[in-house]
T-cell receptor
Framework: DADVTQTPRNRITKTGKRIMLECSQT?????MYWYRQDPGLGLQLIYY???????NKGEISDGYSVSRQAQAKFSLSLESAIPNQTALYFC??????????????FGPGTRLTVL | AQRVTQPEKLLSVFKGAPVELKCNYS??????LFWYVQYSRQRLQLLLR??SRESIKGFTADLNKGETSFHLKKPFAQEEDSAMYYC????????????FGTGTSLTVIP
């Protein structure tokens, strides 16, 4: 879905560096999620947000932080990157729909390599 | 804890053959189950969800609460079905946290 963008698409960084991954969406989704994808492990939830100023930890939040600056933007930060954070990172907004199932709309992903 | 298991990492079938991708979950309540697909060089996208009871691209999946399964099936596989498939579970009341399986890579052999 071209309405969800992630920047950068690829990034190589060094151990100890701070890095920020950005996600933007244009459809007014109120909920936003950050996942990492590792071979053989599937997708693991890092953080999610129901609205601006509402942040929740996922399964693997250690070593990460997030910021929901506006409804349309949800940033993921690695304060001090380490090699085992090398992965493919996905942002996935969704709507808060009580009556219906919640579909997540995935961004194109950011491939991060930490040397 | 909620967990999704996809026992097959790799699955190969011949074109025209039936295909079944297995998904089992552990949750005692009434979850929502989904299948997501990721074609080569494309982002993940929703294939189908159990509450819709729909058939997308010839695929169907039935939620079996007794066996806690949500297997994805297609009677006649096509080459364009080759992709990575993820089963996902969403638990109502948890802010709709999603739990994904480890994925199954399907290859349809011409």
């Amino acid at each position: 879905d071209a309405d969800v963008t992630q920047t950068p698409r690829n990034r190589i960084t060094k151990t100890g560096k701070r890095i920020m991954l950005e996600c933007s969406q244009t459809k007014g989704h109120d909920r936003m999620y950050w996942y990492r994808q590792d071979p053989g492990l599937g997708l693991q939830l890092i953080y999610y947000s129901f609205d601006v100023k509402d942040i929740n930890k996922g399964e693997i939040s250690d070593g990460y932080s997030v910021s929901r600056q506006a409804q349309a933007k949800f940033s993921l930060s690695l304060e001090s990157a380490i090699p085992n954070q090398t992965a493919l990172y996905f942002c996935a907004p969704s709507f808060n729909m009580i009556a219906e199932s919640n579909e997540q709309f995935f961004g194109p992903g950011t491939r991060l390599t930490v040397l | 804890a909620q967990r999704v298991t996809q026992p097959e990492k790799l699955l190969s079938v011949f074109k025209g053959a039936p295909v079944e991708l297995k998904c089992n979950y552990s949750y005692s309540g009434s979850p929502e189950l989904f299948w997501y697909v990721q074609y080569s060089r494309q982002r993940l996208q929703l294939l189908l969800r159990h509450i819709s009871r729909e058939s997308i691209k010839g695929f169907t999946a039935d939620l079996n609460k007794g066996e806690t399964s949500f297997h994805l099936k297609k009677p006649f596989a096509q080459e364009e079905d080759s992709a990575m498939y993820y089963c996902a579970l969403s638990v109502p009341g948890t802010g709709n946290q999603f739990y994904f399986g480890t994925g199954t890579s399907l290859t349809v052999i011409p």
